[in-house]
């Protein structure tokens, strides 16, 4: 059952759903292969279809088109921490939405700084507030998504930024639905915005915007994060057939495509119950879970290092694990040795009760004497 989720779970989720982000936003960029995310095209399908025919662009291309649904991992994850641990927080919005931001909002500062002086030193301090200024500072107000021509920011999935600070407006709105309504109230809300959403894009893609960057495009995942916490419930056979079903049609026709999202993501989550003995024991997984916010906002910039060497099959399988490895210990370097550990803390880096895994690390590891993460709460 979804709800016997704990902190562990969520660890070595992040941890798998931030490898594939990381894959996928290396892959998608040098590979043939592409994906569905915000725009759909029949063909990216058949090119995937082609790519599985040899080994060596199969991985690849198979990361490019799947990985991003790690984001939908994330935030049905961020939907069910919250429902998890702040359900019945009485503060008020304003006090939830500033308390949220001052836990996301230092890290992502710390990330983005060292990025602009060094766009600076290169391309010049004019250039750079000419060309990413406005952009950074429509992101920073958790707008960008909002405004025509502003949805993708400079560097890849930052964002995700607006986005959540977005949910977190929201919040308040979507347990007090839930509190009188139930599950009932959470689906009717999911259909409701699939359809707009489904209507609205054809409107919107005119003025370079869609639905798909803001959480009423992704308001299934939120939904079954709440639902997933609050009730009890399973994914039986028929329910996964159906996301099965919804994922592989979604892929080929653009009707049912907006599907794909939840689709995957149920997929994942089953995928996921299925092995939950055997992933609950990675250390790796959850040590990458444990490092997957500095991942997130720092893969984008890393990834460049590596782009131009993968000109073959070969050689972008092997540059997209390079690039994983390095955008992985440049976060643990970072967070281990350089990050403060009560800012860690505060800002939920890691935890604050870590005997609650019962880990114990060999005598010989680099991390020994040092809590264990118990998770990040979204």
């Given at each position: 059952?979804?709800?016997?989720?704990?902190k562990?779970?969520?660890?070595?989720?992040?941890?798998?759903?931030i490898?594939?982000?990381?894959?996928?936003?290396?892959?998608?960029?040098?590979?043939?292969?592409?994906?569905?995310?915000?725009?759909?095209?029949?063909?990216?399908?058949?090119?995937?279809?082609?790519?599985?025919h040899?080994?060596?662009?199969?991985?690849?291309?198979?990361?490019?088109?799947?990985?991003?649904?790690?984001?939908?991992?994330?935030?049905?994850?961020?939907?069910?921490?919250?429902?998890?641990?702040?359900?019945?927080?009485?503060?008020?919005?304003?006090?939830?939405?500033?308390?949220?931001?001052?836990?996301?909002?230092?890290?992502?500062?710390?990330?983005?700084?060292?990025?602009?002086?060094?766009?600076a030193?290169?391309?010049?301090?004019?250039?750079?507030?000419?060309?990413?200024?406005?952009?950074?500072?429509?992101m920073?107000?958790?707008?960008?998504?909002?405004?025509?021509?502003?949805?993708?920011?400079?560097?890849?999935?930052?964002?995700?930024?607006?986005?959540?600070?977005?949910?977190?407006?929201?919040?308040?709105?979507?347990?007090?639905?839930?509190?009188?309504?139930?599950?009932?109230?959470?689906?009717?809300?999911?259909?409701?915005?699939?359809?707009?959403?489904?209507?609205?894009?054809?409107?919107?893609?005119?003025?370079?915007?869609?639905?798909?960057?803001?959480?009423?495009?992704?308001?299934?995942?939120?939904?079954?994060?709440?639902?997933?916490?609050?009730?009890?419930?399973?994914?039986?056979?028929?329910?996964?057939?159906?996301?099965?079903?919804?994922?592989?049609?979604?892929?080929?026709?653009?009707?049912?495509?907006?599907?794909?999202?939840?689709?995957?993501?149920?997929?994942?989550?089953?995928?996921?119950?299925?092995?939950?003995?055997?992933l609950?024991?990675?250390?790796?997984?959850?040590?990458?879970?444990?490092?997957?916010?500095?991942?997130?906002?720092?893969?984008?910039?890393?990834?460049?290092?590596?782009?131009?060497?993968?000109n073959?099959?070969?050689?972008?399988?092997?540059?997209?694990?390079?690039?994983?490895?390095?955008?992985?210990?440049?976060?643990?370097?970072?967070?281990?040795?350089?990050?403060?550990?009560?800012?860690?803390?505060?800002?939920?880096?890691?935890?604050?009760?870590?005997?609650?895994?019962?880990?114990?690390?060999?005598?010989?590891?680099?991390?020994?004497?040092?809590?264990?993460?118990?998770?990040?709460e979204?």
């Amino acid at each position: 059952m979804l709800r016997d989720l704990d902190k562990r779970d969520t660890l070595v989720l992040k941890g798998l759903a931030i490898s594939a982000i990381v894959f996928h936003n290396f892959c998608h960029l040098v590979g043939p292969v592409h994906q569905d995310e915000l725009t759909f095209k029949p063909g990216r399908f058949v090119v995937f279809l082609k790519a599985l025919h040899d080994p060596m662009t199969a991985i690849a291309g198979f990361c490019s088109f799947f990985g991003h649904f790690g984001v939908d991992i994330f935030i049905f994850l961020a939907a069910y921490g919250l429902a998890k641990s702040q359900w019945d927080d009485p503060a008020p919005w304003g006090r939830f939405l500033w308390g949220r931001i001052t836990k996301l909002y230092p890290i992502f500062v710390l990330v983005v700084l060292p990025w602009m002086i060094l766009m600076a030193d290169e391309l010049g301090p004019s250039h750079t507030l000419k060309a990413y200024g406005v952009k950074l500072l429509w992101m920073f107000a958790g707008v960008s998504n909002l405004i025509p021509g502003y949805g993708l920011p400079p560097i890849g999935p930052w964002w995700f930024i607006p986005f959540i600070v977005q949910f977190y407006a929201l919040w308040p709105l979507l347990r007090r639905l839930t509190n009188r309504f139930g599950q009932p109230g959470l689906l009717a809300l999911a259909v409701s915005c699939h359809v707009f959403v489904a209507v609205a894009n054809q409107f919107l893609v005119h003025w370079s915007m869609s639905l798909l960057d803001t959480p009423i495009g992704r308001m299934p995942d939120f939904c079954l994060g709440i639902a997933a916490a609050r009730f009890p419930v399973r994914l039986n056979a028929r329910i996964v057939a159906a996301a099965a079903a919804g994922l592989l049609f979604g892929s080929m026709y653009s009707i049912i495509w907006p599907l794909t999202f939840v689709s995957a993501l149920i997929l994942s989550l089953a995928i996921y119950l299925r092995m939950r003995s055997a992933l609950r024991e990675s250390r790796l997984l959850m040590r990458i879970g444990e490092y997957s916010m500095l991942i997130f906002l720092l893969n984008g910039i890393l990834r460049y290092e590596f782009m131009p060497y993968a000109n073959s099959p070969r050689s972008l399988l092997f540059f997209a694990c390079v690039n994983a490895a390095t955008s992985f210990a440049v976060a643990a370097i970072i967070q281990e040795f350089f990050l403060p550990r009560a800012m860690a803390e505060k800002f939920q880096l890691v935890p604050r009760a870590a005997n609650k895994l019962n880990v114990v690390l060999p005598p010989h590891s680099p991390f020994a004497g040092r809590s264990e993460l118990a998770g990040q709460e979204e």
